[in-house]
């Protein structure tokens, strides 16, 4: 299977401030890469897709980047409802995998 | 209002079986594939398994391959996870998800069924 991997797996930061998630793929999977937020208590929610594209109704201070083994999700201006876990997911093989997740917490 | 409701969660013992339901509303169901995704409790996601718009393929992670079957009732908009010999390491939230094809990410997600497999 392929293995997704997150860094940080963790960061404090503060309302205003330019987040940076990255998730690196075991092999190649082109830009078949996709982004998820969750909060706790809730089920994931879809940001990204293929890459880059912004799911709709998604906030456009979320966005992705990469390609092939190495992806990047940028919150541009971090606001109180971002404070959550967020997860890549590979979509190139018929078993997806997810990265560990990252949590994003107060400063 | 388009969504998805999974049912059928609880306690069972080990080597016992549970099935999971996954009603859609709001949209056309038998267009899409969906998938089943659980979470551990305080771990990451894990994606278990989906099913085809007819039916006709369905595709497992290697560690429930045997033991759990998936299923799609068109006419009544659902979906069904029959779980056979469960095994404490199954014990999650499970949810299901609409699988959009071709980029194969999940768009829409149910809030979940929490499944405890104890003795």
């Known amino acids: 299977d392929i293995q997704m991997t997150q860094s940080p797996s963790s960061l404090s930061a503060s309302v205003g401030d330019r987040v940076t998630i990255t998730c690196r793929a075991s092999?190649?999977?082109?830009?078949?890469l996709n982004w998820y937020q969750q909060k706790p208590g809730k089920a994931p929610m879809l940001l990204i897709y293929a890459a880059s594209r912004l799911q709709s109704g998604v906030p456009s201070r979320f966005s992705g980047s990469g390609s092939g083994t190495d992806f990047t999700l940028t919150i541009s201006s971090l606001q109180p409802e971002d404070f959550a876990m967020y997860f890549c997911q590979q979509s190139y093989s018929t078993v997806r995998t997810f990265g560990q997740g990252t949590k994003v917490d107060i400063k | 209002e388009v969504q998805l409701a999974e049912s059928g969660g609880g306690l069972v013992q080990p080597g016992g079986s549970l099935r999971l339901s996954c009603a859609a509303s709001g949209f056309t169901f038998s267009n899409y594939w969906i998938s089943w995704v659980r979470q551990a409790p305080g771990k990451g996601l894990e994606w278990v398994a989906n099913i085809k718009h007819d039916g006709s393929e369905k595709y497992f992670v290697d560690s429930v391959k045997g033991r759990f079957t998936l299923s799609r009732d068109n006419p009544k908009n659902s979906v069904y996870l029959q779980m056979d010999s469960l095994r404490a390491e199954d014990t999650a939230v499970y949810y299901c998800?609409?699988?959009?094809?071709?980029?194969?990410?999940?768009?829409?997600w149910g809030r979940g069924t929490l499944v405890t497999v104890s003795s």
């Open positions: 092999q190649s999977i082109y830009s078949n």
């Open positions: 998800a609409r699988d959009m094809w071709p980029n194969w990410y999940f768009d829409l």
